[in-house]
């Protein structure tokens, strides 16, 4: 009878802890769709970075005397970079930063007792923010696009897998920045670390370069690491859907998920310890 | 005869605030359809201040006081009205008004944080361009007088707040201003500290005839250092005149706390009327008119065992309210 | 302005520099990490470029070693304005918070003050980088060296005119940071590719609303083979984008005094 009742007050309070954070991300979401002149300066940026990349793959296929390199036209590098830079651009203001400043200020310490409550708080928060940034830059560059490159077949096979692998990478890239802030608890300054991560997204992970472009040593060793497995695979599919690449892809990306979200775990654990023992 | 170093005719400020709409679409309206809203920050004022005056400009939060001293400063451009400073129309002349006037903002630190005092003052030598014999003399003959000498190569954030205002002060003072606006001064700091900034404000005043012009919250700074008092509200002045009259007139009762060791079982003083206690604690309100601060804390000292003892000034509101209360008369 | 007022504002900033920098060596591990992450933030930069030219060896005659010379001129001439006047970078922060009454109470000129006021640590990370990559840009010699150093200070101050600018569009439109970090941020970025890929109107707003031409392509051609013509062109932008900017933070300033911008401090 006494755990009949607990399984569902468990279930009820889970319920109810869920809109909680729904309500949460709803709030970021009218937040970051304050700023109007914000919104047109970076538009415009996304526009002419667009058409710079249309201009200098075009010009370097015709150069090589190519039509396509490791599977790729160039209208689908510029869909696929297109895509890469909306979905990695989507994720500002940095979380790195946000998780830093509430360990500084001691907000992380002492408001919170259980690690998942608050990983699923900020979870909620870095989706909210994403969310409309993301379908801003995604219809100003696929217009973008459309117009510099034209329409590149997309199925529905390569969107769908695609958005899987899309918002495991969101997961990905959540853990390492929840990291880097966490390392706030013993590193005065974590903007080093947060430099070299998005240096890392912008070598690795296909923002200016598709890995597809890589020579193949660099290919093969790019693709195992984290920063592909964010957002250029996502794009990567849906610009060309493979299924093999799809089950690679996933693959990498949950290895990598599993050993970051234990990582992350872990230390936010010890920082808290910290706190207790060192004080604030 | 002295010589009037500010004079302000019917000087106003109006702001004009913009009206931000909530929510997406109201941000956009605003954006294409501004409606603003008249804020008349300063109401046509007017005074004058001759040298060697230290004045205490008072008033609550939002009543005018700042958006004055930005417009005497050059910092701010009136909406009407006259203003010379030492000669000067701030709005025009700023930069020349800048080499004759010190500013010291108590909440607006002017010292680098991470190096020593020195380091800034050198610094102001060069800004404010001093020449090098000129600025070592001045700096020894300050140095002297506000005894920091010993703080001087220590980092500011190494200091005490009492230290740090008083090298704020000197920074205040290297290029030898003729007025000084101090904000502030002793804000947060400790009795002892307060007296001995204080002291220092007064030295300056009488030896070297800087006029000062004084805000302040604390009404000890002002009935200490200001023989003139203005008092500013909703932008308008609603009292000019001695400090002594404010005194007589509108600071007319001190709260003062005593903690003792033991209880307190009979408190009889003339003026003295109890507004609250506890088993170790007494709050009177003091009528000044009747009895001194000096007699009560004597009468206190006298015949309990007193441990601590919290002296509380007449709020600015109370102050207000009394001039507004004569002015219907 | 006379010559002597000019050195007097230059030995100021020297001064300046000098006191914000020993002010931030107070925290020995945090100066190091900031120098250090800069460098290494740098040459990742690099070197994505060199696995692009590893498959397109050569884009118009635009090979690694211009792409080389292009960012050392980058990162040395934004060095140069981030360690002398970060300050103008934060503009934008200043005006909105209400802080440039600071700068307004001293009897220098306010957009000097408020630019040398602050001093990028990490940026002299990006000087060491820019050094180090210039010796990766092709022959040296010491022409060479002298005109990268005279080139580098003509970019910087066209740059620090450009950050003047768009920092000041905040007088006039109110919170403005983040778009004017990211414009920043893009107008940086996009000087770093090969200029020579371009082509149509994407070249003309690259050469007028972007001046890649002017801090980019240009200067890098200079360095690699002078030519009188081309020194005098990039002198005269100086000079152009120099009023401009006077102009612009001028009115806006009066604008500012005025007290009419849209998050006015009373």
Redesign the interface.
Known sequence: MNEVKTLQNGSGLFGYKFLKYFEIAKVNYFNSSAYLVNLISRSAIVVIRIWIFTQLYKVSYAISGVSEIGGLTVAMVVWSLMMTQSFQTATRPQLSKIIDEEVKSGTLAYSVNRPYSYILFHFSGFIGRSIPNLFINIFIGSLAALVLVGPIGLSWEALLFGAILLFFGYILDFFVSLIIGLTAFWIEDTSAFTWIYSKGQLVFGGLILPIALFPDYLQKIAELLPFSQMYYGAARLMVHFEPTLFLKYFATQLVWILFFGVVAYYLFNKGIKHVSVNGG | MNKTVIEVKNLS?V????QKSA??FG??SS?FNPKYKQVK?VDDISFSVEEGELLAFIGPN?AGK??TI?ML?????PTSGKMKVLGFNP?ED???L??HIG?VFGQ?P?L????PPI??Y??FA????LKPKDYKERLEFLVEQFEIRDLLKT?VRKLSLGQRMRCEIVASLLHKPKIIFLDEPTIGLDVVAKQHIREVIKYLNEKEKVTIFLTSHDAGDIETLAKRTVVINYGKIIFDDTTEKLKKNYIKSKVIELVTEEPIKNFDFEGGKIISRTKYSLKIELDTAKNSIDKLLTYAMDNFAIKDINIFDTPMEEIIAGIYREQQL | MSLSMVAKYIFLTWEMTKSSILSAMEYRVSFIVQVFGMLVNDIALVAIWLIFFQKFPSINGWQFQDTAMLFALATVNFAIVMIFARGAFELSKTIVRGELDYYLSFPKNVLWHASVSKTDISAIGDLLFGLIIFFFSGDISLEKIGLFAVIGVLTALIFLNFIIITQSITFYVGNFEEAAEQMFHALLGFTLYPQTAFYGALKIIMLTIIPAFFIATLPVQLIQKFNLEFFLILLGFWILTTIIATIIFRRGLRRYESGNLINVKM
């Open positions: 400020k702001f004009q605030i913009k929510g997406f941000g956009l954006a920050a939002g700042s958006t930005k400063t050059g910092i701010l451009f709005s700023r930069q020349k800048a080499y500013s607006k002017q680098w944080y991470h190096l380091d800034t050198n610094l060069r800004i404010y361009e980092p």
